[in-house]
């Protein structure tokens, strides 16, 4: 028979009694349930998150298997956010879980408000600027990663920059689903950039193959111990939000390294303003 205060008891220690009844009591709202969402989920229902708001758009596919950790050979062709939560429901019986489709984006208003803290595990442009346009609109802080071969993870508060304005954007002043293949291509180059400039990950991947992801010739590389932990890095700032704890981290966020065992945060401006050109230029090359 499911005890909650059973299934919770060996969090005690890591948080108090009252901290538990506040992670029970708090409801998330994740975007979603893939790679990084779905990690980050699979952390907040065993820390006895008690209700969940999930979404997703795709059914989950035999690529998904490499990295995602509720991409099972009985949740093929199933739809994520469902499957996600028939998992969830097994681990936590009383767990409250809410589900949504593309429908998402009509309640966005409803979902966000009703959550503490929101969390991007999207890796669509178009979705990941409507979150943060309602949440900042809302005063809902929102927990992201960026596209990066390194795990990451960056908390943006709705008083912080606009997500859009901190990376220069094309897109500021279109609607989120207006956006044309060009503005999409430039907002990614743009991440692309932000990545090389303050993070080593171009020392541990496979650089023509990055150059055919910049291109959109190929899909980005995905690998598990970089997503799960990505994840799980993204749980901890949940958690933090939910018991009131102040963040690891703020919207420029830092990378962890594990092929060095240190965490890498971003340089001063003036050195990444000196670098800019010169990651530009290399990855043009990279296209090329």
């Given at each position: 028979?499911?005890d909650?205060?059973e299934?919770?008891?060996?969090n005690i220690g890591f948080v108090?009694?009252?901290?538990?009844?506040?992670l029970?009591?708090?409801?998330?709202?994740?975007?979603?349930?893939?790679g990084?969402?779905g990690?980050c989920?699979l952390g907040?229902?065993?820390?006895g998150?008690g209700?969940?708001?999930?979404?997703d758009?795709d059914?989950f596919?035999?690529?998904?298997?490499n990295?995602q950790?509720f991409a099972f050979?009985?949740t093929?062709?199933?739809h994520?956010?469902?499957a996600?939560?028939e998992?969830a429901?097994?681990?936590n019986?009383?767990?409250?879980?809410?589900v949504?489709h593309?429908d998402w984006?009509?309640q966005?208003?409803a979902?966000?408000?009703?959550?503490?803290?929101?969390?991007?595990?999207?890796?669509?442009?178009?979705?990941?600027?409507?979150?943060y346009?309602?949440?900042?609109?809302?005063?809902?802080?929102?927990?992201d990663?960026?596209?990066?071969p390194?795990?990451?993870?960056?908390v943006?508060a709705?008083?912080?920059k606009p997500?859009?304005?901190?990376?220069g954007?094309?897109?500021?002043?279109?609607?989120?689903?207006?956006?044309?293949?060009?503005?999409?291509?430039?907002?990614?180059?743009l991440?692309?950039?932000w990545?090389?400039i303050?993070s080593s990950?171009?020392?541990y991947?496979d650089?023509?193959?990055?150059?055919?992801?910049v291109a959109g010739?190929?899909?980005?590389?995905?690998f598990?111990p970089?997503?799960i932990?990505?994840?799980?890095?993204?749980c901890?700032?949940?958690i933090?939000?939910?018991l009131?704890r102040?963040h690891g981290?703020?919207?420029?966020?830092?990378?962890?390294?594990?092929y060095?065992?240190?965490v890498?945060?971003?340089?001063p401006a003036?050195?990444a303003?000196?670098?800019?050109p010169l990651?530009?230029?290399?990855?043009?090359?990279?296209m090329?």
């Amino acid at each position: 028979m499911f005890d909650y205060a059973e299934f919770t008891t060996r969090n005690i220690g890591f948080v108090t009694q009252a901290e538990q009844t506040k992670l029970r009591d708090a409801t998330v709202f994740v975007c979603g349930t893939g790679g990084m969402g779905g990690a980050c989920i699979l952390g907040l229902v065993r820390a006895g998150v008690g209700k969940l708001i999930i979404a997703d758009l795709d059914e989950f596919e035999v690529s998904n298997l490499n990295r995602q950790v509720f991409a099972f050979d009985h949740t093929m062709d199933r739809h994520k956010a469902e499957a996600t939560a028939e998992i969830a429901r097994q681990i936590n019986p009383e767990i409250e879980i809410e589900v949504h489709h593309g429908d998402w984006t009509e309640q966005v208003d409803a979902l966000i408000d009703r959550a503490i803290i929101v969390v991007n595990g999207t890796d669509d442009l178009g979705a990941s600027l409507l979150l943060y346009r309602r949440a900042r609109a809302l005063g809902k802080t929102v927990i992201d990663a960026y596209a990066s071969p390194l795990p990451s993870v960056y908390v943006t508060a709705p008083t912080d920059k606009p997500h859009e304005e901190k990376f220069g954007y094309p897109t500021i002043g279109t609607d989120w689903d207006k956006l044309k293949d060009d503005q999409i291509n430039q907002a990614f180059l743009l991440e692309s950039e932000w990545v090389v400039i303050h993070s080593s990950s171009r020392n541990y991947i496979d650089l023509e193959i990055v150059g055919d992801v910049v291109a959109g010739k190929r899909s980005r590389m995905s690998f598990a111990p970089m997503v799960i932990t990505t994840g799980q890095l993204m749980c901890y700032e949940v958690i933090n939000a939910v018991l009131d704890r102040p963040h690891g981290t703020d919207n420029r966020g830092y990378f962890f390294n594990p092929y060095k065992a240190r965490v890498e945060r971003p340089k001063p401006a003036i050195v990444a303003a000196i670098m800019r050109p010169l990651v530009r230029r290399f990855l043009n090359g990279l296209m090329k």
